[in-house]
T-cell receptor, first 113, second 114 residues
Framework: AQSVSQHNHHVILSEAASLELGCNYS??????LFWYVQYPGQHLQLLLK??????LVKGIKGFEAEFIKSKFSFNLRKPSVQWSDTAEYFC???????????FGAGTILRVKS | DGGITQSPKYLFRKEGQNVTLSCEQN?????MYWYRQDPGQGLRLIYY???????QKGDIAEGYSVSREKKESFPLTVTSAQKNPTAFYLC?????????????FGPGTRLTVL
């Protein structure tokens, strides 16, 4: 069965610090990869996605992620976080029939102002 | 205003009762999904439907049932057989034409069993 592993459940950073959230998945075939974000009290929304092409993808609010096929990884990065980035971040993989998403456990990011 | 609506936002249920959560979308999406979110576990797929009058079980379908009588609606019933129903339930939809795409999520329903 496919699985998605997010390395850290809680991350605390100060404003302007750099962010990298790890995501690894287990599936040997073609995958579509996503990062979703859930701000406090808001809908789960798409941050960025990778389907094909350039493995470095850019998303909203200055986030980017790099797909490294050999490492089965899709890590999320942001050079300088803001207080408003406080949220829970989910990595997800779409692979196989039905376009079902398999989610990681989530990483709760708290940015101190 | 296009989107996915879920109602109610909060729902309280007594043990032994069935309860139905509503999910409606006006995005004209073919596929709809129900997920359950628990702290520290991410989202887990309950049921999904790619076409009207057809649906498939996800990873944790036991104790749940769904119907897909209309393209825009995908209600989820949490039955008394679900052993631990207190959770946050999210509905999503996705366009199927042209291959895999992005799932868009509703605001969720928080169910508490008293």
């Amino acid at each position: 069965a496919q699985s998605v592993s997010q390395h850290n459940h809680h991350v605390i950073l100060s404003e302007a610090a750099s962010l990298e959230l790890g995501c690894n998945y287990s599936y040997g075939g073609t995958v579509n990869l996503f990062w979703y974000v859930q701000y406090p009290g808001q809908h789960l929304q798409l941050l960025l996605k990778y389907f094909s092409g350039d493995p470095l993808v850019k998303g909203i609010k200055g986030f980017e992620a790099e797909f490294i096929k050999s490492k089965f990884s899709f890590n999320l990065r942001k050079p300088s976080v803001q207080w408003s980035d406080t949220a829970e971040y989910f990595c997800a993989v779409n692979a196989g029939y039905g376009n079902k998403l398999v989610f990681g456990a989530g990483t709760i990011l708290r940015v101190k102002s | 205003d296009g989107g996915i609506t879920q109602s109610p936002k909060y729902l309280f249920r007594k043990e032994g009762q069935n309860v139905t959560l509503s999910c409606e979308q006006n995005l004209n999406h073919d596929a709809m999904y129900w997920y359950r979110q628990d702290p520290g576990q991410g989202l887990r797929l309950i049921y999904y439907s790619q076409i009207v009058n057809d649906f498939q079980k996800g990873d944790i379908a036991e104790g749940y049932s769904v119907s897909r009588e209309k393209k825009e609606s995908f209600p989820l019933t949490v039955t008394s057989a679900q052993k631990n129903p207190t959770a946050f339930y999210l509905c999503a939809s996705m366009e199927m034409a042209g291959g895999p795409d992005t799932q868009y999520f509703g605001p969720g329903t928080r169910l508490t069993v008293l």
